[in-house]
């Protein structure tokens, strides 16, 4: 049976779609990373083995995960990693690299004047598009490119960066691939001395309880049969309920959390003015919804709170806030735009605490964990800092 050739091999896929994965017999992941050997070496060095930390509020168990079989370093052997991606080992190629890594302008189409990018195109393989549509341009099989990343229409998204990038390489893709959307929910937060000492793993990695696969059911050729997955023909309501509730919950207690000292994110949903506003933002949220998801919100909300308050899930609130620019754009933006004239305060809060904190993170010279972080210092320094912060972002 092939196998599935996963891009990004950070925790979340391994909380996600890995776990998947190992419930699904016959099915091997080889894992390609970008740029650091670390997590390669640290799998390595147990036979790609490790344990998965599941934590809710009412204790921790540990399921063992096996399925990855191989890791590439793209940074040490790309050429290596471009046969790989072009051989037709693997029917399915997944993704989970950040929203940054896609090089996307503000329209969801491939930034063309990337420094990075430019370089792809002079056929140094360094971006995961560039180096994705060079692989894909010499296949010769079917294949299914499924992106898992926190991006509206992701799929399309991808599909339209790869397309883009082939015609400024002058390359051809065959006919045979297809780029599903798809929904993925379960909260990871980074891997901790604590956590490791607990599963007695260097590797482990921690996460909840709650998970949600919901695909667009398009594949081009053979497909895991994922156990729990939801095979849909639009994902697009999925999506927008996750990333406006979810996330855009998420990032206003990252922001306004760390602003009153918080830590954590049970520490911040515990906090009665910020779980009163996290609130009120999913009624805002909610109501840009499709009618069927929209019955269904206030469930959902009750279901988030409860998530957001698991006492043993120690999610850091600064590791939800990095790439704001990113994200901001997806998860606030969009929904204020669609409630139009609508009062939207709980929306308008997040969008504040974010303005407030960079200004605040600039102010004491922390480093900005953003990919726009020098044009968000300038915005910082200018004679109308909040206005200059939101054009950054197109608010």
């Not at 009624?283 to 206030?298: D, I, M, V």
């Amino acid at each position: 049976m092939p196998g599935i050739l996963h891009l990004g091999v950070g925790n979340f896929f391994r909380a996600h779609a890995a776990a998947y994965t190992q419930d699904t017999p016959g099915w091997q992941i080889t894992g390609v990373s970008f740029r650091s050997a670390t997590i390669r070496d640290g799998l390595a060095a147990q036979d790609y083995d490790y344990s998965l930390v599941i934590k809710d509020a009412g204790g921790m168990s540990i399921k063992p995960i096996t399925c990855i079989s191989d890791m590439l370093v793209a940074s040490e052997n790309p050429a290596a990693v471009i046969d790989v991606i072009a051989s037709d080992q693997f029917a399915v190629i997944t993704l989970t690299v950040t929203e940054k890594a896609y090089h996307l302008t503000a329209d969801g189409r491939l930034d063309l004047t990337s420094e990075d990018v430019q370089a792809d195109l002079q056929d140094k393989a360094t971006t995961v598009v560039g180096t994705l549509t060079r692989s894909l341009a010499q296949r010769r099989s079917p294949v299914t490119v499924l992106c898992c990343d926190n991006l509206p229409d992701n799929g399309s998204k991808l599909e339209r960066a790869v397309r883009d990038f082939a015609i400024a390489a002058q390359l051809s893709l065959p006919d045979a691939i297809t780029f599903p959307s798809c929904m993925v929910d379960r909260i990871t937060p980074a891997t901790t001395d604590a956590i490791r000492v607990e599963a007695d793993d260097p590797m482990a990695v921690p996460t909840e309880a709650f998970t949600e696969w919901v695909i667009e059911d398009r594949f081009a050729a053979t497909r895991p049969d994922w156990p729990g997955v939801q095979w849909v023909d639009n994902v697009a309501p999925h999506e927008m309920r996750k990333l406006r509730m979810l996330n855009g919950a998420h990032s206003f207690l990252a922001y306004a959390g760390v602003l009153r000292g918080h830590t954590y994110v049970h520490e911040a949903i515990a906090d009665a003015e910020l779980r009163r506003t996290t609130q009120a933002l999913m009624r805002e949220a909610a109501e840009t919804l499709p009618g069927s998801l929209r019955q269904q919100a206030g469930a959902y909300a009750k279901a988030l709170i409860k998530r957001f308050e698991n006492p043993n899930l120690h999610h850091r609130l600064r590791q939800i806030a990095m790439d704001g620019s990113q994200k901001l754009p997806i998860r606030v933006l969009s929904t204020l735009a669609d409630r139009g004239v609508s009062p939207s305060p709980a929306l308008q809060a997040a969008l504040d605490a974010w303005v407030a904190f960079v200004q605040a993170e600039v102010a004491t010279n922390r480093s900005l964990d953003d990919p726009r972080a020098d044009d968000l210092v300038v915005a910082c320094q200018s004679s109308k800092p909040d206005a200059a912060l939101r054009a950054v972002i197109g608010a």
